[in-house]
Every structure is written in C-alpha cells, then in structure tokens.
C-alpha cells in the first residue's frame, strides 16, 4: 500500500498548499478549519512547506480571544512555471510566478510550415530567452506547460531540449483554467471559455472541476449542428458551427469578395488560398472597426451562430458564466459580446448567464499551459476535496472478530 | 467539528456498503484493498452493516496462499426505495430492493388536471397500493424518490402523507442515474440519457457522476438551437429543438393533417386542442409501424433534429454513450434508433458512441427515483472518491513549534 499512501500524503500537501493560496493570508488554525485535517498533521505539513521556502510566517493577526496567531502566506516567488501556447499563427510565451502572476512575456512567429524537430529547438532557444530576460533561476521553474489546438506530440523532445517536465493540454481547457486560475470566475464556477483562434472550442468546468471528457475532446463545439440541410463539414456533418460561421468560413467568405479583400487587404485571396486564416480574420475585424459595413456583417452574422451555440452550450450543462477568449476573440470580441449577451440574456431557459471577454485573450491560452503546471503542484488530485487525516492509513490491516 | 466527523463516518460505511454491492462477493481484504481505508476500519464498518442486517457472510473463498477468507454479499431484500414518475400522461410506481431490482410496479392515470393535494391524496394511496402488493414491512423502506418534468413542489406534503422521506429531482436525470445504477453502462462511464416523454431533455452523467449544475438544469438540450432563423420558442429563443422537432411539434404536425388525423384516431385534433401531447404522440408511432408513410415522415423527421441536437451534446461531453429513454422513446425508439445510430457514426468528431434504446424506457424515470433513494443510503456524498480513514480526525489541533 505504499503507491496510494505516498499518494495521498503529496495531495494532503497540495491540499494545505492550494488552501493557503486561495486564502492569501491564513493561521494554521485556519487551516485546521478549512481543511479538516487535525491539527498535528497541519502542523508537520506547514513545517516541510516552510523548510521548502513555499510557505512563509508573516506576522501576527489579533484572535478574538486577545491571543495571538501566527499568520502563513504562499512565498509567490519560491517557484515559477512556463506556459507555451503553440499555434499556427504565433507561439506565445509567458513565465508566471507560483501565483499565476505574469512575471515574462514573450511572443514569436508561428510554427505552421515547420518540421516538428525545427520547432522543438526553436522553442528551446525561445524558452531559454523567456528564463533570462525575466533574470529566474533555472531550479525554481516546476515545468513547462505546452497547449495547442491539437496537443502537440513531442513532449518527450521538449523535456529534452529545455530540460523542463512537460506537460500537454488543449489551448481552450488551457484558457478555461486560466480565466478560473486567475480569479475571473469564482472557486466552484460552472462555466465555459469560448476559445476562438484558427477555429471554435470550449474549455469546460464544471463545479471548480476540468471536464476534459474520457477521450479529452470535451468542448467541441466548433461540431455543433446549427442546420441539419447546413453544408458538410469535414468532420463528416452537416451545418457545423465551424463550416456555418468559425473564422475560416469568415476569411473565406471575405476572400470571395473582391472589394472587401482589396479594402482589409488580405493576404490570402486568389494568390495565397492556402494562407493562415488568422492573419486573414485579423485583417477583417480591423476594417471592421474602421467602419467598413460588409467587414462588419460577416462578422455579425458570425457572431449569431456563434451566439446559438453558446447557448445550446449554456443549456446542456446548466452554466452560470461564459467567456470569450483566444486570438480571435482578442480583436474581434466587440463585435461578438453583444451579439452573445443579447441571444443569452433572451434565450436562456434556466437563468442569467455572466457573458464577458477576457481581458487577457490573446494570451489566456498560454497563462492557462502554465496554470496546469501550477496546479500539479498546487491542487490535490481530488480538486475540490477536503481529504482526512492520511497518517492512520500505514496502519497495517488487522481484523476484529465479526 | 462533530459536523464534519459525523458526515466523513457515514461516507464511509456508505462507500463500503456501495464496493459491496458493486463487487456482488468481496471478503474483508478485498474491501481493503479496493478502498484503502486501514484493515480497523474495515472490521468496524462491516460489522456495524452485518448488525444493521444490510451485509451478509456468504461462505469462504479460497485465497491464493491457501487461507480460505469469509466473503461478504449485500442483503438484498434488507431495504428497498420506491420510486414515482409524475407524468402527465401516467404515473409510475416501483418498489425496487437495496440492489436496484424492481419487486413491484403499478402505473395509473396521469395528474394533468388535478389540484395538488388530490394528487398527494391519490398518490399517498398508490403507494399503499404498491407497498400491500408487494408485502414488504413498511419499516424496510428507506424513502421514496419523486420525479417529473420539473420537480414537484409537494415533497413536504407528500412526506406527511406517506410517511416516508421524499427526494425531488427531474424525470431525465432520474433515467440517466437508473441507467447507470441497473449496470447497463460502465461504472465510470460519460454518458447521457437522452429523455423523451411529452418534452426532451437529458440525464448527464460524466465519469459515473451525475451532473445536475448549479441550478439543477443541465441538459436542457429540449432548448438546443437546430436553426438560427427558426421558429420562435416560449424559452426566447429561435430554432430549439423542442419547436422543430419534439413531440408537441410532431402532434401539432399531424393534427393539422385531417387524414392522418383520422387515421391514427388522434384525440385532440380540433376539438380538443389542449389534449395532452403524449397519448396522440403514441397514436402517431403506432400508426408509423402500421406503415402509415405520413406518421412515418413525420417521426423521422423528428429524428434528424433530435440526431443532430445529440451528436452536438456528445460533442459539448465528449460522450462515451447515449441511451434513449422515456415513454416517447418506448414507444418510437425503433424509428429514432437507427437514425440516431447513422448520425453519431457519420459524424462524431472524436470518437464512436455507443446508442442504445433503454430495455425499460417506460419505466425508467420511476426506476432512477427509487436509485437515488438508494444513492443516499450506498453512495458517499464525494462519490468516486476514496475516503481515508476519518478515526484521526477526532484529534484536537495541537501545534508543534515550526
């Protein structure tokens, strides 16, 4: 029994650890309260935390009985982790600090027509950039958190080339915990980030909790049937929120008209049909906000289906708040978050639904790669459980009597 | 802290009641083994059930070194739950044992018109009805689960009236938890059941717990958008699943066709326009398999719709499985079956699912409401969680110098 033991006794430590973070500030009697754990185990947890440098004393708090207790507070600046959010487009890093706090931010050309190998030294070099222009010792970085629409398949090589524990997520899970990591939506929130870059996609938690799916396709919605005689998507239906309205049917329907291509200049019209849609949306929600009324239309008749599938979304797993993040998002939410609160505030079933746009989009999907690496140390496994006391448990197995 | 102590013991002497019945035999170090609670705790909680008469020694097993262990078995026939679907239509009453297996069923006649105290009356009087056929002491029946389109707001009454404890819930999470709890889909599955009685709506169950969300409405796919443009819903929306294609839509539909109307003998066509949708939905699905081409059009038409909307919800959930369950199912499953099936395999995005017609769709709400009866008494509240042992926990907080 020394595997799920062991196991538990690193959770109990994740646990103390995450309780004192979402705190801020705490007493070890505090802890004793919000935990459930007895005293004596918060006791030697806090000491090991301490020794580590994690955890730090900071002062005294008036109790209400006139005697006076320690306080504990997270050390934000014992440890670090890297968030890498790989996409055609751009590869953004950033550095966060054990809060979630931004410490370095770093953003680079995209990968699109790279082999695999060249990108995995590129992003070395990258990361080695990100460490030394923020001055952080190597040591104190827990990993490296690498999300992408499609999880990337060289892990293994990064952990090689950097030196760094990997780990891979999709870049709307990653946005969703992110947006719940920095404070944006409360601790047990049952919401969705809307992730739009190159395509559509959903983060999803459910009661505080990642809902990834048994097979981690959770959130498609970009699959969403929003017209059974729609045109065929290449996933095999007909009427997909992505073939109807995502940004690829966007640009294309810009590309097919000659004016707007000339007035936003997009890259990609009859030369270029192969070019990265994103720079191609970009182009089209600026002349949209300069005004031009065709820009403008594609975009709100986008924002409609959109909109139909939010709420389809919203009803299916009873959500309390949506947010709009991701590279598209970033330049386009404007034209999309009043088109989503109208169908929301109208056409919910159940009750109000907080729709806003993260004020970090374009790099809500790299904050949220290093959150996960954060949350591995910070969150025990059984998120949102308080787990009892785990010392009894090497109690060998001894049978009383029926 | 005797709050929290007291709800950690009960959770546990559930979890081990509930690996019991999962496991059908398992001695006192398989328990164990499948819990990791210490071998003390163990001994305690079973013979506190074998005292309670809930488990039961059953002979011994040979063990691999030769030592021959005492199996354990749930008492089947020690507690039973009664479950009521309040439809409409009908309302169903089962008496189901503490495994889940149904020992009495009756159905009577819908409540539609009736003032609520004639219908806690009524029921107070079927469930008597269903206890004296089945004669089962009344001291044996742990409580009784009520379930509906929307929750019933007579719990209170009813109590008083039966005397037994009432649990409220709606009509498709109740199928989805019966599903699950009869071992029809996998302990840990991420599945839904797909409900149709005089609306539709789905059960969600994701990783083998249920997901109600925050307001208690998740899977109000009835309230999906199939068309941006579509006709206008009572919810405020467009294009809803529920006024395309469920069953009010598919009786307003025949009803305005004057020979089919004849033909399936409908009872509400112009003289009773208020007729409850259910029986003249069952009348159109026989007429179908009496081979009336119309009634047939109609139901399929219903079933792309309905086959959209649920490739959309395994998209959202990344289902593993979908069931059709509800008396509209029952009666119409063999004609959405096959469409539902041509759909999730043409055009899931991630993965195949699995679609099955429920073997009790009639029955299965009332089936689910008697399950959550005994999910109270066999699940611990974390459910799929395991508790370490909680004895340390009666400790008091002593603090050792950090």
């Given at each position: 029994m020394s595997g799920p033991v062991r196991a538990t006794r690193a959770s109990t430590r994740a646990a103390v650890l995450d309780l004192v973070r979402a705190a801020g500030t705490i007493s070890r009697v505090g802890l004793v309260n919000a935990s459930g754990l007895t005293g004596g185990t918060i006791s030697t947890v806090v000491r090991g935390l301490i020794d580590e440098g994690l955890v730090a004393e900071t002062g005294h708090a008036e109790s209400t009985g006139g005697k006076r207790r320690v306080m504990l507070q997270l050390n934000h600046?014992?440890?670090?982790?890297?968030?890498?959010?790989?996409?055609?487009?751009?590869?953004?890093?950033?550095?966060?600090?054990?809060?979630?706090?931004?410490?370095?931010?770093?953003?680079?050309?995209?990968?699109?027509?790279?082999?695999?190998?060249?990108?995995?030294?590129?992003?070395?070099?990258?990361?080695?950039?990100?460490?030394?222009?923020?001055?952080?010792?190597?040591?104190?970085?827990?990993?490296?958190?690498?999300?992408?629409?499609?999880?990337?398949?060289?892990?293994p090589e990064l952990e090689r080339a950097t030196g760094l524990p990997v780990v891979l997520d999709n870049d709307a899970t990653a946005a969703a915990i992110g947006e719940h990591w920095s404070g944006g939506v409360g601790v047990t929130a049952t919401f969705a980030a809307l992730y739009m870059g190159s395509e559509i996609g959903a983060g999803v938690?459910?009661?505080?909790?990642?809902?990834?799916?048994?097979?981690?396709?959770?959130?498609?919605?970009?699959?969403?049937c929003l017209d059974v005689d729609g045109p065929p998507c290449p996933c095999g239906g007909r009427g997909c929120l992505e073939v109807l309205a995502g940004p690829a049917a966007v640009v294309a329907a810009a590309r097919r008209d000659r004016a707007l291509s000339r007035a936003a200049g997009l890259t990609g019209a009859r030369t270029r049909p192969r070019a990265p849609v994103a720079a191609d949306f970009a182009a089209?929600?600026?002349?949209?906000?300069?005004?031009?009324?065709?820009?403008?239309?594609?975009?709100?008749?986008?924002?409609?289906?959109?909109?139909?599938?939010?709420?389809?979304?919203?009803?299916?797993?009873?959500l309390e708040a949506l947010v709009l993040t991701g590279p598209s998002f970033a330049i386009a939410g404007s034209v999309y978050l009043p088109v989503l609160r109208e169908e929301l505030d109208r056409a919910f079933a159940a009750h109000p639904v907080a729709v806003r746009l993260s004020p970090s989009a374009a790099s809500a999907a790299a904050i949220g790669a290093a959150a996960i690496v954060l949350q591995s140390e910070l969150v025990p496994r059984h998120q949102g459980v308080r787990l009892p006391d785990d010392l009894a448990a090497d109690e060998p197995p001894v049978f009383q009597p029926a």
């Open positions: 600046f014992a440890r670090y982790a890297i968030g890498v959010h790989l996409d055609d487009a751009r590869i953004t890093y950033v550095l966060t600090n054990l809060g979630g706090a931004v410490v370095a931010r770093i953003s680079r050309a995209g990968a699109a027509r790279e082999e695999p190998a060249a990108v995995v030294a590129r992003m070395a070099r990258e990361v080695d950039a990100l460490i030394d222009s923020a001055g952080v010792e190597r040591g104190r970085i827990l990993g490296l958190g690498l999300v992408s629409a499609r999880p990337a398949r060289f892990g938690l459910l009661g505080g909790t990642t809902h990834r799916g048994p097979s981690g396709h959770a959130g498609a919605i970009g699959h969403a089209i929600s600026r002349a949209a906000r300069q005004g031009d009324a065709r820009a403008l239309a594609l975009l709100e008749r986008s924002a409609r289906y959109v909109a139909a599938a939010a709420r389809t979304l919203a009803n299916a797993l009873d």
